[in-house]
């Protein structure tokens, strides 16, 4: 793959390229009749790398949001959804962020999808390879995916896929036909392996068998769903799913630790260390960064430095709680606190004039108005973009809030991520009036597993269950929480839509 950081000339497949990417998809309507791309299955396991240019803009976005995809993924199975749950919310975001066509719907940006599935894997390949636990997070959230789609895959698609890969010369497929011989000198305990062959009469004629080596598919041996003889298993191919991604996961694992290897004798473009290392990072905190528009949300809308404490009271993330609360009692906040929060207020529709009542206010008595105009005044305005560099500041993510070292002093950051356990929980019942053993357990076990966008999604739905939120519904259709401000629109738009005139009671205080 060579990344390629000039701008693209040719404007038209740049056209058809960004129509894949993420929110801004707008399918073409035109229509091919034939496809005869380089990826004649949807399906794949990646066995060759990537062999033509890609912008370094393309390079990273397209692995951002494949990594949207695997934190989501990584997200659903630290809740223990249902596989067909997760399947739906995966489906979904797949549509916006990571669409694969069939072949079927011939539509023109069929080869734009598969290349940027095939781009956006390797780069996270790169980004993965680099240490055992993000390996095994990778093998882990790749398989899922894969299997997400091999079950949405007809049987069709299924057949041609399964045929690619025996006869590809780089797919190590490790599986033997069964001939009739051996199949019928088995039949009892072929027969008696699997229930639903031993019920069905002619179900077993029917059957075609694989031989693999046991090792390939214990969840099968665990379950007693193979007949085990010398060291194989004798798998029916109605277990064939198993067996793909058993196969599947090993060669990802091997292909990772190749890479890991190698790693340091590839010639790194140093422009990509930046967004290799930030990915991972990324992968670590357990969600990618995620930006948020608000111009596109907050519209007409015009929050007041009044309105402040009340909105903080029925929609604002704990973090923000957090950094109200310690203003609205000490009557400061260090130097990072108030960028985290004075940016997210931005974000909620806080005007810098608004801004700047607030934040005197806040400080109160505790510092003169010459003070506040000599040291404070210049920073928010700062941050509005109205001095110094005058840059567009945008309000933090979670994955920004979560990743960052505080001091022993500091009161930003994020309270599922920054605070100890001993504290969190007293904090969750002062703040959000959440008393329940079984709730209380879940969020604890999420920041256990050091899922912390997932103990604040729970919160969501635990404070927002009079609203109609049930568990694992998420912001809405099973989405995490990855940003603060979605959090506080979300809250705020279930609000608007009034759809009950129950008032949440989310305020412990
Ligand atoms: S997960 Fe995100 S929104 Fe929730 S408290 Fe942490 S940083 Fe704030």
């Known amino acids: 793959m060579v990344v390629d950081s000039q701008p693209h000339l040719d404007t038209q497949p740049r056209r058809d390229?960004?129509?894949?990417?993420?929110?801004?998809?707008?399918?073409?309507?035109?229509?091919?009749?034939?496809?005869?791309?380089?990826?004649?299955?949807?399906?794949?396991?990646?066995?060759?790398?990537?062999?033509?240019?890609?912008?370094?803009e393309d390079f990273e976005s397209w692995?951002?949001?494949?990594?949207?995809?695997?934190?989501?993924?990584?997200?659903?199975?630290?809740?223990?959804?249902?596989?067909n749950d997760m399947k739906d919310v995966i489906q979904r975001q797949c549509k916006k962020l990571l669409n694969l066509s069939s072949n079927s719907p011939k539509i023109s940006t069929l080869e734009a999808e598969r290349k940027k599935d095939h781009v956006s894997h390797y780069v996270l390949r790169l980004a993965f390879c680099r240490s055992e636990e993000l390996r095994r997070r990778f093998v882990k959230t790749e398989t899922m995916l894969f299997r997400i789609r091999f079950d949405e895959a007809s049987s069709a698609e299924k057949n041609a896929f399964l045929q690619s890969m025996k006869s590809s010369q780089s797919t190590r497929v490790d599986w033997e036909e069964v001939d009739d011989m051996e199949k019928e000198s088995l039949r009892p305990f072929l027969i008696n392996s699997s229930p639903i062959i031993a019920l069905k009469p002619g179900e077993f004629e029917k059957e075609t068998y694989f031989k693999v080596k046991w090792t390939q598919v214990p969840e099968l041996v665990e379950r007693r769903r193979v007949y085990l003889k010398q060291g194989y298993a004798y798998v029916p191919i109605r277990e064939q799913t198993s067996l793909i991604l058993n196969t599947f996961s090993t060669q990802l694992q091997q292909a990772l630790e190749f890479t890991a290897k190698a790693l340091p004798r590839l010639d790194e473009d140093s422009r990509l260390l930046p967004v290799l290392?930030?990915?991972?990072?990324?992968?670590?905190?357990?969600?990618?960064?995620?930006?948020?528009?608000?111009t596109a949300?907050?519209?007409?809308?015009?929050?007041?430095?009044?309105?402040?404490?009340?909105?903080?009271?029925?929609?604002?993330?704990?973090?923000m709680r957090n950094l109200?609360?310690?203003?609205?009692?000490?009557?400061?906040l260090k130097h990072h606190g108030r960028l985290q929060?004075?940016?997210?207020?931005k974000g909620i529709g806080l005007s810098v004039d608004e801004a700047l009542v607030f934040w005197r206010k806040g400080f109160g008595a505790s510092i003169s108005d010459d003070k506040f105009n000599k040291e404070y005044r210049y920073n928010i305005r700062h941050n509005y973009g109205l001095e110094g560099s005058r840059k567009a500041y945008q309000p933090r993510s979670c994955q920004a809030i979560i990743t960052q070292q505080l001091s022993a002093q500091d009161n930003h950051g994020c309270p599922f991520k920054h605070f100890s356990l001993d504290n969190l929980v007293p904090a969750l019942r002062a703040t959000y009036n959440i008393t329940d053993h079984n709730d209380l357990n879940e969020i604890t076990s999420a920041v256990k597993a050091q899922h912390f966008?997932?103990?604040?999604?729970?919160?969501?739905?635990?404070?927002?269950?009079?609203?109609?939120?049930?568990?694992?519904?998420?912001?809405?259709?099973?989405?995490?929480?990855?940003h603060p401000n979605k959090y506080f629109q979300r809250s705020l738009e279930m609000t608007?839509?009034?759809?009950?005139?129950?008032?949440?009671?989310?305020?412990g205080a």
Do not use: W
């Open 341 to 345: 929060y004075s940016l997210f207020l």
């Open 277 to 294: 290392s930030h990915l991972s990072m990324s992968f670590l905190a357990g969600l990618s960064s995620e930006a948020f528009d608000s």
């Open 453 to 482: 966008h997932v103990a604040c999604t729970r919160v969501f739905e635990i404070t927002h269950a009079n609203k109609g939120v049930r568990k694992g519904d998420g912001l809405g259709n099973g989405e995490s929480v990855n």
């Open 324 to 332: 109200h609360n310690n203003l609205q009692t000490n009557h400061h």
């Open 297 to 319: 949300f907050n519209g007409d809308r015009k929050v007041t430095a009044d309105m402040v404490d009340m909105l903080a009271k029925l929609h604002f993330p704990m973090c």
């Open 63 to 83: 692995a951002i949001d494949r990594l949207k995809i695997l934190a989501e993924i990584e997200a659903s199975q630290v809740r223990n959804r249902p596989f």
């Open 496 to 507: 608007e839509q009034g759809s009950q005139s129950e008032p949440m009671a989310i305020d």
């Open 17 to 56: 390229m960004n129509s894949i990417n993420g929110a801004a998809s707008k399918r073409s309507a035109l229509e091919v009749d034939n496809y005869t791309g380089i990826y004649k299955n949807r399906l794949s396991f990646y066995q060759a790398a990537p062999m033509f240019d890609v912008s370094l």
